[in-house]
């Protein structure tokens, strides 16, 4: 009761607080649950996936670190941290699955054969669960990913191979697309690159863009399906030359109407994918979002509250690109807690959203239009101290997930009577 009121009491000084700038806090509160995040399946597990009873991460410019003990270590055990995460999230998200995830009965099922049923009860589950699903085919970890070339191998039958694990995985995604009654992402990264400088880099754009055309030639129902496509900048053995860089995909993503994927970690450690946002959305209709945090690389660290997250989320409100943007998240850290990691991430990307949300946009709007610029730097200033917290904190409590920092406590004793035992 102590608490109720604390908290009541600090949100009515806030919106009263807003409210003298003209923002409606109980408009923005509605706004930001009707934002659904997705939620990587890979963070529960270090990005090993259920393809063997020891599948482990390996190859293909990926790399995850650290040994915190309860992993989850078949598809039920991460289906119940999912569970025990969303339970401690404001409003209904989704998630985004890679083809690695199948479940096979144990039965060996090639990437190029993968089909709709693998992934049954997955859907099945997140029917009662999610807000929706997405999916990745998997270019990684496998033999014949090896040499780190997939779909621009120069070796054919390593490309057709890829191209049909690609075709296979679109077959997935309008699947759970069309379950689950709101578009799956289909998205398409692959590590192909070279570690040190090469002497042609137009041939392997030329057959990265003849396998996609191969990959995205069956049409689907966009009510289904969405294909989009990531680029990187480096990674581990692509040190020198990514295939499939920023400009090439923004390229193939306008012309060929696909979604473009920009990853907060593929860029340079100082380059910020703000701006990259609006700029895109001229001419794409939409856009998926892989919201991570790059130190000194794209090393995928827990999303966090930082002038990054809030200038991307400043683009994507201000824009009002809710709609047209598709956020995910894109970390492993194999160091902490994994169900922490989930919750820090998703909930540092609603306050960032919130944060933007109570801004008075078109006040500033007005004030930039009528060039009083030192008007508009002063209530920008000004509005970094506003209680934004104390709406935060009303939003926890009507959503009935932990306030403040007691969902930490939720998550410790799960891991005491769950993840403890896990060996």
Not at 272 to 287: F, G, H, M, R, W
Request: charged share 30%.
């Amino acid at each position: 009761m102590q608490m109720r009121d604390s908290i009541n009491k600090s949100y009515q000084l806030a919106r009263d607080q807003y409210g003298e700038l003209g923002v409606d806090t109980e408009k923005a509160l509605k706004k930001l649950e009707d934002v659904s995040i997705s939620l990587h399946c890979w963070q529960g597990d270090d990005v090993g996936g259920f393809e063997t009873a020891d599948a482990e991460l390996s190859g293909g410019g990926i790399q995850t670190t650290g040994n915190y003990p309860g992993k989850a270590r078949n598809a039920d055990e991460l289906r119940s941290d999912l569970e025990k995460t969303y339970s401690l999230l404001p409003g209904k998200h989704r998630l985004n699955l890679h083809a690695i995830y199948l479940e096979n009965e144990g039965k060996k099922v090639e990437r190029n054969e993968v089909q709709p049923k693998h992934f049954s009860r997955w859907i099945d589950w997140a029917k009662e669960n999610t807000a929706g699903l997405d999916f990745n085919p998997s270019f990684f970890s496998h033999p014949l990913a090896g040499d780190g070339f997939t779909i621009a191998s120069n070796n054919k039958k390593i490309r057709e191979f890829w191209i049909e694990h690609g075709k296979a995985t679109r077959e997935i995604a309008a699947a759970m697309g069309k379950a689950m009654g709101t578009p799956c992402v289909n998205n398409v990264w692959i590590p192909d690159g070279f570690k040190d400088t090469p002497i042609d880099r137009k041939a392997p754009r030329e057959r990265l863009t003849d396998s996609l055309n191969k990959i995205f030639e069956e049409k689907f129902d966009k009510n289904y399906l969405l294909d989009s496509v990531e680029s990187k900048l480096f990674g581990i053995g692509s040190e020198s030359y990514v295939v499939g860089s920023h400009e090439y995909y923004l390229g193939y993503a306008i012309r060929n109407d696909v979604l473009l994927c920009l990853d907060a970690g593929h860029f340079h450690p100082t380059e910020s994918i703000a701006d990259k946002i609006p700029s895109v959305l001229q001419y794409l209709d939409e856009i998926l979002l892989h919201v991570s945090r790059g130190v000194r690389w794209d090393s995928d660290h827990v999303v966090t509250l930082s002038d990054d997250l809030h200038a991307i989320a400043n683009e994507i409100v201000r824009g009002n690109f809710l709609n047209r943007v598709h956020i995910g998240l894109d970390f492993f850290d194999a160091s902490i807690n994994r169900i922490a990691a989930w919750v820090t991430g998703t909930r540092n990307m609603q306050k960032a959203l919130l944060s933007v949300l109570l801004e008075p946009t078109e006040k500033l709007r007005k004030i930039e239009n009528d060039e009083d610029y030192t008007k508009r730097l002063a209530l920008l200033e000004e509005l970094k101290t506003f209680p934004s917290g104390a709406v935060w904190d009303y939003f926890c409590y009507t959503q009935n997930v932990p306030v403040g920092i007691a969902w930490l406590d939720e998550v410790k004793k799960y891991e005491n009577e769950i993840l403890s035992k896990r060996v």
